[in-house]
C-alpha cells in the first residue's frame, strides 16, 4: 500500500508521530529502501517492515520491538566505551548524545532479552570467551539490578556496585 504525504501540510511534530506510528498498519515506511526522512515536499512512501540489525540514516541501529512499550528500539552502533556501576550506566545513558539524539537510556530487562535474541543481526557487543554482562534499567531491590550475559543469554540480579557493560537505547 502506498501513501502519499505532503510533508508542507504538516507541521513538523505531526510528520514525526506519523513516521513513529504510522496510520495504517504497523512497521515504518520506507522510501527507496531508506528509512522515510522528516523534510518537506511530497513524499511517496510504502510501508514495509523494517528488518532488526538496520543501520538508520543517523547511524543507530534497529534493534527491534519494546516488549514494554510497543513502539521501535533503536540502539547506539556501539557499546559505551567503558564498564559501568549501575547508577553510573544510568548516569552515562542519560547524558549520551550519540547519532544526532539525546533521549538515550539503559534498556529494561525484557528489552534487553530482546536486543540478546536479536544480537547476530545487530551485532558490534563485547562478547568473547569471557562472560560479558549487560546492564538493564530494572532494579530488583535497592542494591541489585538485572543483568543480561551475552555469552549465554542468562540473566541475573548483579549488584549495583558490580561493573558490567551498557548498550543504550531508544524508543
Not at 121 to 137: L, N, Q
Request: glycine residues 8%; hydrophobic residues 40%; aromatic residues 10%.
Amino acid at each position: 500500500m502506498s501513501e502519499v504525504i505532503n510533508a508542507n501540510a504538516l507541521v513538523q511534530e505531526e510528520l514525526r508521530d506519523f513516521i513513529k506510528a504510522p496510520r495504517a498498519g504497523t512497521g515504518i515506511y520506507i522510501l527507496d529502501d531508506n528509512p522515510l526522512p522528516v523534510g518537506g515536499g511530497n513524499i511517496a512512501a510504502t510501508q514495509k517492515e523494517l528488518a532488526v540489525g538496520t543501520v538508520m540514516t543517523d547511524g543507530s541501529i534497529f534493534a527491534g520491538i519494546s516488549p514494554d512499550t510497543g513502539r521501535e528500539m533503536y540502539l547506539t552502533a556501539q557499546d559505551a566505551p567503558l564498564t559501568y556501576t549501575f547508577n553510573d550506566a544510568a548516569d552515562f545513558a542519560k547524558s549520551l548524545t550519540a547519532h544526532n539524539q539525546n533521549d538515550w537510556r539503559v534498556p529494561t530487562k525484557n528489552e534487553l532479552k530482546v536486543i540478546f535474541d536479536n544480537r547476530a543481526a545487530i551485532s558490534g557487543f563485547m562478547v568473547s570467551d569471557k562472560p560479558a554482562w549487560y546492564w538493564s534499567s530494572t532494579q530488583e531491590t535497592s542494591f541489585s539490578a538485572w543483568a543480561q550475559r551475552f555469552t549465554d543469554g542468562h540473566q541475573v540480579q548483579r549488584g549495583e556496585n558490580m561493573a558490567s557493560l551498557l548498550r543504550c537505547v531508544r524508543s
